[in-house]
């Protein structure tokens, strides 16, 4: 992730702090027992042209006894030889 990354839901726009703020209340709601935590992802669609991406992500997401689902826009660059999200746009359903 890049430091100035947006991330735009159809709630509202945040940016990296709240995903890892987001992350932390999910692992303290099941006690860091990672055993009840689960992701799986599928890439959908993915393109890339020289130094740049857009990639489409369909995310399954296991809290504990909780499911819940996303689709996750991503526009990656590569810098140094290294590809960096700079924008995450995403729906819950």
């Not at 303290?28 to 669609?45: C, L, P, Q, R």
């Not at 369909?58 to 700079?86: C, G, P």
Request: aromatic fraction near 16%.
């Amino acid at each position: 992730m890049d430091e100035d990354l947006k991330i735009i839901s159809t709630e509202r726009t945040k940016g990296p702090a709240v995903w890892v703020e987001m992350e932390g209340y999910y692992r303290n709601e099941i006690n860091n027992d990672m055993s009840k935590w689960g992701i799986e992802f599928d890439i959908v669609t993915k393109d890339v042209f020289r130094n740049c991406a857009s990639v489409r992500v369909d995310v399954r997401y296991r809290v504990d006894s909780r499911n819940f689902k996303e689709t996750q826009f991503l526009h990656l660059l590569k810098k140094e030889n290294t590809w960096l999200i700079y924008s995450k746009i995403f729906t819950f359903y």
